[in-house]
């Protein structure tokens, strides 16, 4: 029929046949364009099994390979998406991501799909040091059920490794790795009920972090193809100004809600630029407004830091519900009051910005909230 394998290619290609087509040029020896016509008919995983298939892959080969595995992932765990394990193609990723090369990696590639051993640590921020990818916390940390420090005394490890992975990205520039490993560690409630000033300082030091880089995303304009917002919300971009919002975004729902469309919703939503981002601005404005206000709540349950008058004068407090700090009065110095300082500065921090938007927040000032007076 055909009187060359070109000609053979070519009509496969024509025709759209690309698994095919890859088969064929996987039987030829041609590992790179085999696993190009996997991934362009969205079987990543075939994909990255081709270009892994022989014991030592070359150089782009691996390359190749783990570019699939990122894009996939990042597609699969965008924003606002937690981990399931029912879902197989995510589990997948992650478990195939153990067979990439490391030597070929960027810092960030790293930091997001492979564990590597160090054989020296220098500090607990060492991001090379046995240290746990980003995706693979998230997985972890996502699981059904959750380490509670008011029970246990010991807080999750994938969250203080989301903590440390969301640190090394933010100092790298890497915006949308940190907000992605920061947006899972303020998805649950804050458990503040044991935590020391200097505890509870880092962590909002932490989220002020937080809410500065949904602050920039919203100024951000970028919608292109991979931009920081198409990598983040998981959109795909068709052409120019038309975008394609599947089910399994954080975003896939605003459009919904927008459209009026709740029941029974398509599979995934063709938008307009001005669509899309009017919806994706809006969601970071709610997204920063009901995040601080679990903050505030989380804050409120705290005993508070100013210091008890009653452990101050008569050396102990007999009220179960007492909402000042028992401290000593020899605790109670210039380093102490300049913590507590700090730590009402990132209380003002947070607030003014997320006063730019929802002035609904600020009203918890004017009331007396314990998130403003203590």
């Known amino acids: 029929m055909f009187s060359s394998d070109e000609d053979a290619l070519v009509f496969l290609e024509d025709y759209d046949l690309d698994e095919a087509r890859a088969t064929m040029l996987r039987s030829r020896g041609k590992v790179l364009e085999a696993a190009e016509a996997h991934a362009r008919d969205g079987r990543v995983l075939e994909a990255v099994e081709v270009l892994l298939e022989c014991s030592t892959p070359s150089v782009e080969e691996s390359k190749m390979a783990i ?88 807080v999750d490890p994938d969250l203080v490794q989301l903590r440390r992975l969301a640190f090394g990205f933010y100092i790298r520039r890497n915006s949308a790795a940190a907000l992605i490993c920061l947006d899972h560690v303020f998805s649950s409630h804050p458990t503040l009920h044991k935590a ?48 394609l919002v599947p089910k399994n975004t954080f975003i896939y729902g605003k ?21 899309l981002s009017r919806v994706i601005l809006r969601a970071i404005v709610a997204h920063i407004a009901s995040r601080t206000k ?47 300082l700090r730590f009402l500065f990132l209380e003002f921090q947070i607030l003014r910005l997320a006063q730019i938007f929802d002035k609904k927040i600020m009203q918890c000032v004017s009331l007396g909230s314990p998130f403003y007076l203590r």
């Not at 101050?312 to 102490?336: A, M, R, Y």
């Open 67 to 154: 570019r699939y595995v990122l894009t996939g992932l990042w597609k699969r765990m965008s924003f606002g998406v937690r981990f399931c394990r029912s879902d197989t193609t995510t589990s997948n990723l992650l478990e195939i991501s153990f067979r990439l090369d490391s030597s070929v990696m960027t810092k960030d590639q790293v930091d997001e799909v492979r564990s590597i051993r160090s054989l020296v640590i220098v500090n607990a921020f060492n991001l090379q040091a046995n240290q746990l990818s980003m995706f693979k916390s998230i997985a972890a940390y996502n699981r059904e059920t959750l380490v509670n420090p008011d029970t246990t005394d010991i």
């Open 196 to 243: 020391t000033l200097v505890e509870t300082e880092a962590l909002l030091s932490l989220y002020l972090t937080y809410v500065r880089l949904l602050v920039q995303f919203w100024r951000d304009d970028r919608f292109s193809e991979g931009s920081n917002h198409q990598k983040v919300f998981g959109f795909e971009v068709q052409q120019e100004d038309h975008y």
């Open 255 to 275: 459009v919904s809600a927008a459209r009026g469309m709740l029941e029974d919703p398509p599979a995934e939503y063709s938008c307009s630029r001005e669509e």
């Open 294 to 340: 679990v903050q505030e709540r989380a804050c409120y349950g705290t005993r508070g830091f100013s210091p008890c008058l009653n452990t101050l004068i008569k050396g102990n407090c007999t009220k179960e519900t007492c909402p000042f700090q028992h401290i000593q009065p020899d605790s109670i110095t210039v380093e102490w009051f300049h913590a507590r």
